[in-house]
T-cell receptor, first 114, second 114 residues
Framework: AQSVTQLGSHVSVSEGALVLLRCNYS??????LFWYVQYPNQGLQLLLK??????LVKGINGFEAEFKKSETSFHLTKPSAHMSDAAEYFCAVIRSSGNTPLVFGKGTRLSVIA | DAMVIQNPRYQVTQFGKPVTLSCSQTLNHNVMYWYQQKSSQAPKLLFHYYDKDFNNEADTPDNFQSRRPNTSFCFLDIRSPGLGDAAMYLC?????????????FGPGTRLTVL
């Protein structure tokens, strides 16, 4: 079964610095991968998704992620952190194949320091 | 705007007193999901519907039930809430067409059990 592992439960960066949130996947089939963001007391919002097209995926709010099969990774990056980026970020993968529920990583809390 | 709506946003109940959480959607999606998210944890799938076809996760307690009277509405019933059921409950929807399912989330209902 597919799964994702997020490295680092908490990441802290300075405003304007590079954001790097790590996600590794385990999948027996070509995966569909997602990054979601959750602000306090809100639902999850899709940032971007990988669906076997381009390996570099651009999302909303200046985020992007690169699918690297050789490293089984799908890390999320943003060149310059903004205070409004402070939130919880979840990596997710389709559970098996086709239209099946998502399996979420444990999440990474991003703090942005002024 | 098409969206997923959850009511109420905050629900307080007493130990053992049944409670119902509501989800509605204007996206006309045929798949609906209920997740439980405890503090600082990833969302955990409780069950989901493909149209009226109900799919229960193996580890979802019997205390949790769901109803989907029509495409637009889905309810989560907690028959006898315990202190351990205090959490954020997230509703999500998706379509079953295509090769993957992007999920759209509501804002969540935060349940407090006294």
């Amino acid at each position: 079964a597919q799964s994702v592992t997020q490295l680092g439960s908490h990441v802290s960066v300075s405003e304007g610095a590079l954001v790097l949130l790590r996600c590794n996947y385990s999948s027996s089939v070509p995966p569909y991968l997602f990054w979601y963001v959750q602000y306090p007391n809100q639902g999850l919002q899709l940032l971007l998704k990988y669906t076997s097209a381009a390996t570099l995926v651009k999302g909303i709010n200046g985020f992007e992620a690169e699918f690297k099969k050789s490293e089984t990774s799908f890390h999320l990056t943003k060149p310059s952190a903004h205070m409004s980026d402070a939130a919880e970020y979840f990596c997710a993968v389709i559970r098996s194949s086709g239209n099946t529920p998502l399996v979420f990583g444990k999440g990474t809390r991003l703090s942005v320091i002024a | 705007d098409a969206m997923v709506i959850q009511n109420p946003r905050y629900q307080v109940t007493q130990f053992g007193k049944p409670v119902t959480l509501s989800c509605s959607q204007t996206l006309n999606h045929n798949v609906m999901y209920w997740y439980q998210q405890k503090s600082s944890q990833a969302p955990k799938l409780l069950f989901h519907y493909y149209d009226k076809d109900f799919n229960n996760e193996a580890d979802t307690p019997d205390n949790f039930q769901s109803r989907r009277p029509n495409t637009s509405f889905c309810f989560l019933d907690i028959r006898s809430p315990g202190l351990g059921d205090a959490a954020m409950y997230l509703c999500a929807t998706s379509t079953s067409g295509g090769s993957y399912s992007e999920q759209f989330f509501g804002p969540g209902t935060r349940l407090t059990v006294l």
